[in-house]
Nanobody
């Protein structure tokens, strides 16, 4: 069973950057697809970015494409979300998730493991 712990959230001004980290333990991550999701107050949880660990293949939501980058560090069993040119509408709790498989899924219900979430607040 995989355990996920996020870190790196905080308060930043619009146009700024943050890097979120998700440290994974308890599983062989080469079998997993990793995803980042977010949920803003009063809104549904939404897919942000995904990565197939074994292939390094990535997928992004249109709203973050060109601004966010998902990556992994094999040695540290950690997946990152580099967020640049942040906008107030990016404000949300960001969650790391994992599923066994070889395809990025945009529906959160397809992920089996979740972190506790980290708050990102972007001020205008």
């Amino acid at each position: 069973q995989v355990q996920l712990v996020e870190s790196g959230g905080g308060l930043v001004q619009a146009g700024g950057s943050l890097r979120l980290s998700c440290a994974a333990s308890g599983g062989t991550l080469s079998r997993y697809v990793m995803g980042w999701f977010r949920q803003a107050p009063g809104k549904e949880r939404e897919f942000v970015a995904g990565l197939i660990w074994s292939r390094g293949r990535t997928h992004y939501a249109d709203s973050v494409k060109g601004r966010f980058t998902i990556s992994r560090d094999n040695a540290k069993n950690t997946v990152y979300l580099q967020m640049d040119d942040l906008k107030p509408e990016d404000t949300a709790v960001y969650y790391c998730a994992a599923r066994i498989g070889m395809e990025v899924q945009i529906a959160g219900g397809n992920y089996d493991y979740w972190g506790q979430g980290t708050q990102v607040t972007v001020s205008s």
